[in-house]
């Protein structure tokens, strides 16, 4: 399901990502867009929810309490028999929260509650239908800005509730004694966005996106054909208050994708190609596409590997038509476009116990959009296409240990050199793009009992200031950071285990956005129990 936010600027918010339930996180770096569509600029970020296997039935319970008059509290049941499987869970997290702003001391509390179900059955040995849903409600109190005095967040009564509901039918058919595997797929993405900020009217921003799937996948021994047509239908509607503009809209889009991907899988060697061409209702024919290839030395332990790609994204319906007030929209906005490559090299020990990874990526940016653009006819903001590119240079390093059986270390280390042209064509450091970023990471495993540790590094970086009007918008510098993490658990039987953490172990105060402060040391303990 794609879970991007439409309401929101196509964005996805991972603060009401609750990891509960998560089995584990892919991320494929690079354009995406060839078999993903237009919000698939720089990468997919695929989250897969975990899914028992075990015949029969059991329940999980978990309570969890800590800083900032936090608790959670999560439920789990499971079933599972040879013709499929059925999940239901939910959670629910609050806490008081702690004071973002520079001044002031009140605090912003967070309610989150998301429930779901899995489940899948096998009609016969040919045919699975599986379902998913997922609903999660937040209630989110944030600051206001001080536009006279500081142009800095300033403590506000201002709430935002949201509603994000996921769900997923679809059918896998096997045939041809497993040569050809055929998925339909229906998803929908529903979310709505309330924000009260002391206006006898609040605003919301909602929208709906309903997405067709088919996809036929070919084996032929080592080679595989797919392909891949969807059809992606958004609606998108926002209410507000009548100010310096009307924000009151009722918009919509359809896009047609149609995709074709070939991938080889030898002994030595592997390589995929893929494109895609989408139709959008309001914009050009998009057509993108993807080049991967890597090789296995017959010696081992090398490998080599790369990829180059093209994609796009289409600009939001905020962009184009407008905010609430004083947001003046842009109709003629062209989509932005990215183009990437990335080379590197895997070296995996004899014992499988280390391995080392090295690569280089570089990726240009066109069309950019600017959100926050001076528009002198209304006197107002808006968006626009910017002149020129901006490009994102750098090498990623990563080693890992398995020491022993009880004993895993994971070290990493990426530099960035992100610029952009400024109005003269001169090159300059894009905010909140830190050059240096490191972590080291480490956890240890006894028969009952885990422990863990990390340690992240994040370097200087720029954030842009706005003081109050007139004075110009400032460049300001924000300064490094370590977190240092420990987690661990004991089990006293299979039924009972223990967990407590320590987030921000060393109470480093720091801002990842210039002007907001973040929580400092915090400390929490649960227990889990199993039937």
């Not at 609040?202 to 997405?211: C, H």
């Not at 998009?286 to 080599?304: K, V």
């Not at 080693?399 to 050199?417: A, P, V």
């Not at 200031?465 to 004075?471: D, E, K, N, T």
Request: charged share 20%.
């Amino acid at each position: 399901v794609e879970a991007n936010d439409i309401a929101q600027g196509g964005e996805f918010n991972f603060a009401h990502l609750n990891a509960q339930d998560v089995q584990r996180i892919e991320v494929l770096r690079g354009p995406q867009s060839a078999l993903w569509g237009s919000d698939a600029l720089a990468g997919v970020i695929n989250i897969i929810t975990r899914a028992d296997q075990a015949p029969g039935a059991s329940f999980d319970a978990g309570l969890e309490a800590g800083s900032f008059g936090s608790s959670q509290v999560s439920a789990k049941f499971s079933a599972t028999n040879a013709k499929g499987t059925v999940q239901i869970y939910a959670q629910q997290i609050e806490t008081d929260g702690t004071n973002i702003s520079r001044s002031g001391s009140e605090e912003d509390g967070y309610d989150n509650t998301t429930v779901g179900v899995n489940a899948d059955y096998a009609v016969n040995d040919n045919l699975i239908v599986t379902t998913n849903l997922r609903s999660t409600h937040t209630d989110v109190d944030f600051d206001g800005t001080d536009l006279v005095n500081t142009g800095l967040p300033t403590d506000s009564d201002n709430q935002t509730k949201s509603n994000q509901l996921y769900a997923k039918l679809g059918a896998k058919l096997v045939s041809f004694n497993g040569q050809v595997a055929q998925r339909l797929s229906f998803a929908r993405t529903d979310t709505d966005n309330e924000n009260d900020t002391g206006n006898p009217i609040t605003d919301d921003t909602s929208a709906t996106l309903d997405q067709w799937q088919y996809q036929a996948d070919i084996f032929l021994d080592e080679h595989t054909l797919s392909f891949v047509t969807d059809h992606e239908s958004i609606d998108y509607q926002q209410r507000g208050p009548v100010g310096f503009g009307d924000p009151n809209q009722d918009l919509d889009t359809n896009t047609l994708g149609l995709a074709v991907e070939y991938k080889y899988s030898g002994e030595l060697w592997n390589f995929s190609a893929s494109a895609r061409q989408e139709n959008n209702d309001d914009f050009d024919d998009a057509n993108t596409y993807r080049l991967t290839a890597a090789w296995q030395s017959p010696i081992e332990p090398l490998r080599l590997f790369g990829a180059y790609g093209r994609a796009v994204k289409n600009p939001t319906f905020t962009e184009r038509f407008g905010f609430f007030k004083s947001f003046v929209g842009n109709p003629d906005l062209s989509p932005e476009q990215s183009t990437g490559w990335e080379a590197g090299l895997r070296i995996t020990s004899s014992d499988n116990r280390s391995r080392t990874s090295v690569s280089y990526f570089d990726t240009d940016l066109e069309d950019e959009i600017n959100g926050f653009v001076f528009d002198a006819a209304s006197g107002n903001f808006t968006a626009a296409n910017i002149d020129g590119e901006s490009n994102r240079t750098g090498l990623e390093l990563e080693q890992e240990w398995q020491f022993n059986d009880n004993l895993t270390l994971h070290g990493s280390y990426t530099y960035i050199d992100s610029t952009s042209e400024d109005a003269t064509g001169r090159d300059v450091d894009e905010v909140r793009r830190p050059r240096h970023t490191a972590s080291v990471s480490g956890s240890y495993q006894w028969q009952k009992a885990g422990l863990y540790l990390g340690i992240d590094y994040n370097g200087t970086q720029q954030d842009n200031f706005f003081p109050p009007f007139p004075a110009p918008q400032e460049v300001v510098e924000l300064d490094s950071y370590t977190l240092v993490n420990i987690a661990g658990h004991y089990a006293f039987n299979r039924h009972v285990t223990v967990t407590a953490r320590l987030e921000d172990t060393l109470d480093e105060s720091f801002e990842e956005v210039f002007g907001y402060q973040t929580p400092g040391f915090a400390a929490y303990a649960g227990v889990k129990f199993t039937w």
